[in-house]
């Protein structure tokens, strides 16, 4: 049976843009990534949940995001990628951050990491404080928007190549069934008490058609053993002390919604994302 967490408590992850959070700290090419976290939600979940030089680990790293962040909070980042360009792309960032003089260490590994007990240095298994990640959940993803001369053009939305085992281009029962087999090989990594963060976002499958993500996921975890401890929602907007909610949506993200709207869709512009939170008991 699915679990029900309350929501007990709001992130604010991003009273800064992302563009802003990211500027000096990771290289200019992690604007390539079409997914990425960000690095005030990933600082956060860190800063909760390890003490300095624990490990941390993201089974699906990305651009580095997890790695980055622990390394400047002084722990031991380990990262797996799938994608050669983007495991590429957070050793650069890794790579950036060691230039800084930041007290933690960053490793990053390309692979599937449904097999990641055969990647990761074995010294990892049972010492890990905290699993941080966000998988990935359709192929059209947030990216950039351009200003040409015929008009606006999105760029960097989508990802690039399709090894195989990639999550991130299969259907939702195959995603699900993937993303249980790296929960369960990232639980041997943990340690007794060890914390996992999912973060995920609702999504829509055709205009009508929502699926509740966070919901399923939560699912996938609890089937692998981990234990939910509370549901959170970090903010994609800025939340002014008054209370009023600054969005950061792209062009793309309002005309999709205003569209909807058109059509007699009733949808609302998305200004958080879920987070879950589990623990290995
Ligand atoms: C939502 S993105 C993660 C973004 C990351 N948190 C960051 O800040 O850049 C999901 C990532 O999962 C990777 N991926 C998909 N299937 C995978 C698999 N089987 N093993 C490892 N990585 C995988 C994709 O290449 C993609 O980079």
Request: aromatic share 4%.
């Amino acid at each position: 049976m699915v679990e029900t967490l309350p929501i007990s408590e709001i992130w604010l992850t991003c009273q800064i843009p992302a563009r802003d959070q990211r500027r000096g700290r990771y290289v200019p090419q992690t604007s390539s990534h079409p997914a990425k976290m960000l690095p005030h939600l990933a600082a956060h979940a860190i800063s909760s949940y390890t003490t300095p030089g624990e490990l941390v680990f993201d089974p699906m790293c990305g651009a580095g995001t997890t790695l980055v962040e622990a390394m400047h909070l002084g722990r031991q980042g380990i990262g797996v990628d799938i994608e050669p360009r983007y495991s590429a792309l957070a050793e650069a960032n890794v790579a950036l951050a060691s230039s800084q003089r930041v007290t933690g260490t960053g490793q990053v590994f390309t692979g599937d990491a449904t097999g990641l007990l055969d990647l990761v240095p074995a010294s990892a298994v049972g010492r890990v404080g905290l699993v941080l990640t966000s998988p990935p959940y359709g192929r059209g993803t947030h990216g950039l928007v351009r200003t040409t001369s015929t008009g606006l053009r999105k760029r960097d939305h989508q990802y690039g190549d399709r090894e195989r085992g990639n999550l991130a281009y299969v259907g939702w029962s195959r995603l699900f069934d993937g993303f249980a087999s790296i929960l369960a090989a990232s639980y041997h990594l943990l340690r007794p008490g060890g914390t996992v963060v999912i973060t995920c976002r609702t999504v829509r499958r055709e205009r009508d058609d929502l699926i509740d993500l966070p919901g399923e996921l939560l699912a996938v975890a609890q089937s692998v053993g981990l234990v939910p401890v509370q549901r959170t929602a970090a903010m994609l907007a800025a939340v002014r002390d008054d209370g009023q909610i600054v969005h950061r949506a792209n062009m793309f993200g309002l005309r999709a919604v205003r569209r909807a709207r058109d059509e007699g869709i009733p949808v609302h512009l998305l200004v958080h994302e879920d987070v879950l939170i589990l623990r290995r008991c």
